[in-house]
């Protein structure tokens, strides 16, 4: 394997940072755009890869790949509509580490003779299905890295939740790159919950005054969980301070009970908190504990699905613990630190655990079930 595909391939969640002037389903984005410039940024960003479009229709040419070559070491990737042996060649001779291939566009031979090619001349090769007969002919040809588009290319339209379903069907000893609509921290962790290891992100980045600050805010971890919430307006306070979930608990025996799952901004992730049993509900995500008597139990299981996706390590009911913070640093994996944590505590946990997400819900309110917009913002302004 090369330099792009074995970039993708360490711990956590990578970036590969996209540059492009135009697309057509946006238009012109940034049409005075320098690669030189954003790859740069994108590297001090902590982009592992940089993939770049040589396509005119992008408002790309592989001069763009040449002067990107010129200024970073990220390994790069030629996107463009490839489809003969002349095509990698270019890519290789403009510094490329690895190119796009569409199985929209090809039939399995033609794959198979350009990732065969692409492996003598030294190119890695992103193969990118976009429906469930793609995957499995990429998955058959043996391509890694596997991109799956959440794009049809054919209308533009984005559908992310079929997205999701291929990437958590895709086998787990390829790397696979969830490409295309991802906006927020939580669109992209949905992605990496669902198995992906790493982002290809565009037009998002070409759109930020900050394409950096915006890079680094996709990826940046702990996320964090506004919980106990039951107005709408409640929600749209966690999103506006920034909030990556928002938490609907459905225990019949909770002062914090939901009436549903309130309807959620799209940049957002709904969870859906039971204790014992799991109920249909809509929820992107599930959060259960056990039940313990007539309460919780201690600790919870987050749920994609019907796949545990990472592990939530809470308070005892109505109890404390001196050795919380200790307990959580030990689990390994996914980790979301929950528990009697505010604006003024959530620093030393994010310190102490490292977590990939923390959680708030009795000390962010003004009554049970109303949360107070003051504590909501400085808690997630502290947790980043």
């Not at 396509?55 to 996107?79: C, H, I, M, Q």
């Amino acid at each position: 394997m090369g330099r792009f595909r074995d970039a993708l391939a360490g711990p956590g969640l990578a970036a590969v940072a996209e540059f492009k002037r135009r697309s057509p389903s946006a238009g012109d984005i940034r049409s005075d755009a320098d690669p030189a410039a954003f790859a740069r940024a994108y590297a001090d960003a902590g982009a592992k890869a940089m993939s770049v479009l040589v396509d005119e229709r992008f408002g790309g040419s592989w001069n763009d790949l040449r002067s990107t070559r010129d200024v970073t070491t990220l390994p790069l990737l030629a996107k463009g509509f490839f489809t003969t042996e002349d095509d990698l060649r270019a890519a290789r001779e403009a510094g490329a580490d690895a190119v796009l291939l569409l199985l929209r566009d090809l039939d399995d031979a033609r794959t198979t003779g350009l990732m065969r090619l692409a492996g003598e001349i030294g190119l890695d090769t992103l193969v990118e299905a976009h429906d469930a007969i793609e995957l499995e002919r990429a998955v058959r040809l043996g391509a890694d890295p596997i991109g799956i588009n959440a794009r049809d290319l054919a209308t533009f339209a984005i559908d992310r939740p079929s997205q999701l379903e291929l990437v958590a069907r895709a086998p787990r000893d390829r790397i696979v790159v969830a490409e295309s609509g991802i906006d927020s921290r939580a669109q992209g962790a949905a992605a990496e919950l669902a198995g992906a290891d790493a982002l290809l992100v565009g037009t998002s980045l070409m759109r930020a005054p900050d394409p950096g600050a915006k890079l680094r805010e996709l990826v940046s971890r702990p996320l964090v969980k506004v919980c106990g919430l039951t107005r709408e307006e409640d929600v749209a306070v966690a999103a506006a301070a920034g909030a990556d979930m928002v938490g609907f608990i459905l225990a019949a025996e909770s002062p914090r009970r939901a009436p549903t799952v309130l309807p959620v901004p799209e940049t957002l992730l709904a969870v859906a908190v039971h204790v014992g049993e799991v109920e249909q509900s809509g929820a992107d995500l599930v959060q259960l504990y056990e039940r313990e008597g007539d309460h919780r139990g201690r600790d919870a299981v987050l749920l994609q699905g019907e796949r545990q996706v990472a592990r939530v390590v809470d308070l005892p009911w109505r109890d404390t613990d001196p050795r919380h913070l200790e307990r959580a640093a030990a689990v390994d994996g996914r980790v979301m630190v929950a528990g009697g944590l505010a604006a003024d505590n959530v620093r030393a946990a994010v310190e102490a655990v490292r977590p990939w997400a923390v959680d708030a819900s009795s000390r962010l309110e003004q009554a049970p079930g109303i949360k107070d917009p003051e504590l909501v913002r400085a808690f997630v302004e502290a947790a980043r």
